[in-house]
């Protein structure tokens, strides 16, 4: 392959040019926050690798937010691909530009119909051996390999935001995927140096699926007229990461209303959706990659305190302020996604039920003295079932099945939950 490059050590110049970019070899397409984090993973852990977007403006600006910290990197010019499409090549100097298997990571916008048309083109383009990976949050994998002639070749491979900060990555399972090609992920996910988390295919998944209660519970507490600052104290005294207003921020306000709208779909006895987040994206407060969420960023730093807009729509939107104490807002962030976790364990979403210390650790950043079983072990059965009659009637995440609520009367929570699946 002819391809015009140039070392990182002088200014890159990227312009058009028109070589054959070989069909073997790892490819992200799409060059978004999302694609430009997956196209970090890969380089930090300094693999060859082909970034991809119909628009080269777009790989012009990832190319600016990536940084290269280890090896000596070759980058390609920018070059047309197909038709539609313009790619990008990253190769460290040491190693060969032979590349034995084809993989294909998708992290396009989140439409059903426009990754399908995608992935039936690039079955064609890539050729009957490539493997084929959507990141999706959203949709069933099943539902996008409908478009597919080969759909034992694709799977879900779904990396967290921020992608450097989170050790995990989801591997999804559709009808039709084949072990072979769920093996060969799970290899490329290790060799990124992340954990896989392979789960079974369903609404959510697993990390989003105990993620989604738990972010619109924030959102209901800003307009029940709980401040913002003890949200994240809550927060981080359970063991996440950050606020959840700040991951919402992280996320995106148009994937977290995409996400949120899914898991009503399929849950809609299980979530209250949050009208405030339609009014955020109606503010175009669309998140951290626009500096305006429901905080205001200045290159990449969140500000101390909700943004003045935010305010704003948090007072608009309060028509009954609550009396909480600080447990009672932890509970309500937290008991809904042990809730969650059971019935998805129940519905066989997972096998072993340490998949979801995993999913809370690797996929959010759950980090506490004990692990996030143990949080609710610590808490005791009593505890929760207290939490539940009381906050039941007014929040619906804190509804759980009547079977649940019985076996922890006799059962810790981890019990309770693994005994659940089984009832």
Same mark, same amino acid.
């Given at each position: 392959m002819?391809v ?8 890159l ?5 028109t ?29 060859t ?7 080269q403006?777009?790989?012009?600006i990832?190319l600016?937010r990536?940084?290269?910290d ?11 691909f197909?038709?539609?499409m313009s790619a990008i ?7 060969p530009?032979s590349c ?6 998708e992290?396009?916008v ?8 995608f ?6 383009v ?7 990976c959507?990141?999706?949050s ?10 597919l002639e080969?759909?034992?070749r ?8 921020p992608?450097?900060?989170?050790p995990?990555?989801?591997?999804i399972a ?8 769920t093996?060969?992920?799970i290899s490329?996910?290790?060799r990124?140096?992340?954990e ?5 295919d ?5 990390v989003?699926r105990l993620?989604s209660?738990?972010?619109n ?6 307009c029940?007229?709980?401040s913002?600052?003890?949200?994240e104290?809550?927060?981080l005294?359970?063991?996440?990461p950050?606020s959840?207003l700040?991951?919402i ?7 977290m209303f995409?996400?949120?709208r899914?898991?009503w779909?399929?849950?809609p006895?299980? !979530?209250?959706?949050?009208?405030l +987040?339609? *009014? ?7 998140? $951290? /990659?626009?500096? =305006? ?8 730093r969140?500000s101390?305190?909700?943004?003045t807009?935010s305010?704003e729509?948090c ?8 009396a909480?104490?600080?447990g009672?807002?932890r ?5 809904p ?12 979403v997972v096998?072993?039920?340490h998949?979801f ?14 692990s ?6 610590? !808490?005791?059965?009593d505890?929760v +079932?207290? *939490? ?7 929040? $619906? /995440?804190?509804? =759980?099945?009547l079977?649940l609520l019985?076996?922890?009367r006799?059962h ?6 693994v ?5």
């Amino acid at each position: 392959m002819n391809v015009e490059r140039t070392t990182l050590s002088a200014d890159l110049a990227v312009q058009e040019t028109t070589a054959d970019v070989p069909v073997v070899g790892i490819y992200l397409v799409g060059a978004g926050v999302v694609g430009s984090a997956i196209l970090q993973a890969h380089l930090d852990a300094g693999v060859t690798v082909w970034l991809v977007d119909q628009d080269q403006d777009a790989i012009v600006i990832a190319l600016q937010r990536v940084r290269f910290d280890d090896g000596d990197w070759d980058v390609s010019s920018v070059q047309k691909f197909t038709d539609s499409m313009s790619a990008i090549q990253f190769r460290r100097r040491e190693q060969p530009l032979s590349c034995k298997q084809t993989l294909v990571i998708e992290s396009i916008v989140e439409k059903l119909e426009v990754k399908q048309a995608f992935f039936a083109e690039a079955e064609q383009v890539f050729g009957d051996q490539a493997l084929l990976c959507t990141n999706t949050s959203t949709f069933s994998v099943s539902r996008i390999a409908e478009s597919l002639e080969r759909p034992e070749r694709f799977s879900g491979m779904h990396f967290f935001m921020p992608v450097a900060e989170r050790p995990a990555v989801e591997l999804i399972a559709g009808r039709e995927t084949h072990a072979a090609t769920t093996q060969a992920c799970i290899s490329h996910v290790q060799r990124l140096g992340k954990e896989p988390l392979v789960v079974g295919d369903g609404p959510a998944f697993v990390v989003n699926r105990l993620l989604s209660p738990y972010l619109n519970e924030a959102m209901l507490l800003l307009c029940r007229g709980v401040s913002a600052a003890r949200i994240e104290n809550a927060a981080l005294r359970y063991g996440m990461p950050m606020s959840p207003l700040e991951l919402i921020d992280w996320i995106g306000m148009s994937t977290m209303f995409d996400a949120g709208r899914a898991f009503w779909q399929a849950f809609p006895q299980r !979530l209250d959706p949050a009208p405030l +987040l339609v *009014a955020m994206i109606k503010s175009k407060r669309f998140g $951290r /990659a626009a500096d =305006a969420g429901f905080y205001d960023y200045v290159e990449g730093r969140r500000s101390a305190e909700l943004a003045t807009r935010s305010v704003e729509l948090c007072q608009e939107y309060c028509k009954t302020e609550w009396a909480l104490e600080d447990g009672q807002i932890r509970d309500l962030l937290a008991i809904p996604m042990w809730i969650e976790a059971a019935c998805a364990f129940k519905d066989g979403v997972v096998s072993d039920h340490h998949s979801f210390d995993l999913a809370m650790s690797g996929g959010l950043g759950y980090e506490h003295q004990r692990s996030w079983h143990g949080y609710f072990d610590s !808490l005791g059965s009593d505890h929760v +079932l207290r *939490a539940v009659d009381t906050w039941a009637v007014h929040a $619906r /995440a804190m509804h =759980a099945p009547l079977a649940l609520l019985e076996l922890l009367r006799t059962h810790s929570p981890t019990q309770a939950l693994v005994e659940y699946a089984e009832v």
